[in-house]
């Protein structure tokens, strides 16, 4: 399989557009952009970030027409393991790697599309449930179709039901051993205890993009006008300081 050496530090194609990275570990990372003329833009590391390659487009599906992601919140590509990696595009659809990204598969989520809505984030909590989220950023509180999940890591992905609006941003609780979800946007925010399948209204402030402190105890969100929140035990609705 060819390879495609990039610049050391910088993107050299234009017509690129980077919208997240994540790492496995402190050497081996991979970073996302939109599509471009019909192929996706997916770069790898493996001396923590010095170097970039690009993976051949023999090695992806093909990509839709203008198909990318939101770089919202940056949660757009989720990494688990030393080998697993999912990529989630403006087109309703899931890209999956089971070898450290040197070949990619792809399904598609039942989230609607269209110019202002999509899938904005993706997270596993192991090598077979995760979730997306999503919806229409112009429409706020419009909660139609806006979460899907996953039961055999992302070759398939059915519907959620009781997200209450558009969300940015989902993470998984570190450290519980029942499966503990939050899913957050500028109007509010959601959780779920059943691996994403249903989801209930949560008190919390609206947040752009959000994270789970290392342990889990502690969460982290951003909003606009430069707002910072955190909040201690983000499983309990109350609390929580600025």
């Known amino acids: 399989m060819a390879s495609h050496p990039v610049s050391k530090r910088r993107n050299r194609d234009p017509k690129a557009f980077l919208d997240a990275m994540a790492f496995w570990d402190e050497r081996h990372g991979v970073a996302v952009s939109d599509s471009v003329e019909g192929s996706f833009v997916i770069l790898l590391t493996q001396d923590a970030g010095g170097h970039w390659t690009r993976v051949p487009a023999e090695a992806l599906p093909?990509?839709?027409p203008n198909e990318g992601a939101f770089a919202a919140s940056g949660t757009n590509v989720a990494v688990l393991g030393q080998d697993l990696a999912?990529?989630?595009?403006?087109?309703?659809?899931?890209?999956?790697?089971?070898?450290?990204?040197?070949?990619?598969?792809?399904?598609?989520?039942?989230?609607?599309?269209?110019?202002?809505?999509?899938?904005?984030?993706?997270?596993?909590?192991?090598?077979?449930?995760?979730?997306?989220?999503?919806?229409?950023?112009?429409?706020?509180?419009?909660?139609?179709?806006?979460?899907?999940?996953?039961?055999?890591?992302?070759?398939?992905?059915?519907?959620?039901?009781?997200?209450?609006?558009?969300?940015?941003?989902?993470?998984?609780?570190?450290?519980?051993?029942?499966?503990?979800?939050?899913?957050?946007g500028p109007s509010g925010a959601d959780v779920s205890r059943d691996d994403g399948r249903s989801w209930a209204p949560f008190e919390a402030p609206g947040c752009h993009a959000f994270s789970f402190g290392r342990d889990g105890a502690a969460g982290y969100c951003?909003?606009?006008?430069?707002?910072?929140?955190?909040?201690?035990?983000?499983?309990?609705?109350?609390g929580g300081q600025s």
């Open 62 to 64: 093909a990509a839709l």
């Open 86 to 184: 999912w990529f989630a595009t403006t087109a309703g659809r899931v890209l999956r790697t089971r070898d450290r990204g040197r070949t990619w598969n792809v399904a598609t989520a039942p989230l609607p599309t269209g110019p202002s809505a999509e899938i904005f984030s993706i997270a596993f909590r192991d090598d077979r449930h995760g979730v997306v989220v999503g919806g229409d950023y112009k429409k706020e509180s419009e909660a139609v179709d806006n979460a899907a999940f996953s039961e055999d890591g992302g070759v398939t992905w059915r519907r959620a039901v009781g997200l209450s609006g558009f969300r940015s941003v989902v993470a998984r609780r570190p450290g519980d051993d029942d499966p503990f979800w939050i899913a957050l």
């Open 222 to 238: 951003v909003g606009e006008e430069g707002r910072v929140e955190s909040r201690a035990n983000p499983r309990e609705p109350q």
